[in-house]
């Protein structure tokens, strides 16, 4: 009676019982069968979200990575640019050097050629004093 109860059906002949517990026995093992094949499939999704989350990870960190490479290359790039604009004013000022020497240089040749002729005529003037008889 237990059996006809936990099978839920009313079964009269005893093949038919047989039948029946043969059925069931093969419908437990299908169930358990179909139990561990779903098992295998939630442990083979997890997997697969597990090995996302991986590659996820390993992606940002990545990422990360050339965010700060970029970073600083970006600050050694400010960096060199300073260098640059402090190289070339003190280009500019050793240019602006040059320029006032060869300024200073022109006017002392002009200064030495106007002082050479004054001293030529003061000499030939003082020549020409001492020629002269009184």
């Not at 517990?21 to 979200?49: F, M, N, P, T």
């Not at 060199?80 to 040749?109: F, I, M, T």
Request: glycine share 2%.
């Amino acid at each position: 009676m237990a059996l006809k109860r936990d099978l839920g059906c009313i079964l009269e002949p005893p093949e038919v019982v047989h039948a029946i517990v043969v059925c069931d026995v093969r419908g437990e093992l299908i169930c358990a069968q179909l139990k561990q094949a779903l098992h295998s499939a939630k442990i083979e999704a997890q997997l697969e979200r597990s090995l996302h989350a991986v590659d996820t990870a390993t992606q940002d960190e990545n990422n990360r990575k050339l965010r700060l490479q970029m970073m600083l290359l970006e600050d050694e790039n400010e960096d060199l640019h300073d260098q640059l604009l402090q190289e070339e004013d003190w280009a500019r000022r050793l240019e602006q050097g040059q320029d006032d020497a060869l300024s200073r240089v022109y006017e002392l040749e002009s200064e030495g050629e106007r002082l050479a002729n004054e001293l030529s005529r003061a000499t030939r003037e003082l020549d020409m004093t001492k020629v002269v008889p009184q």
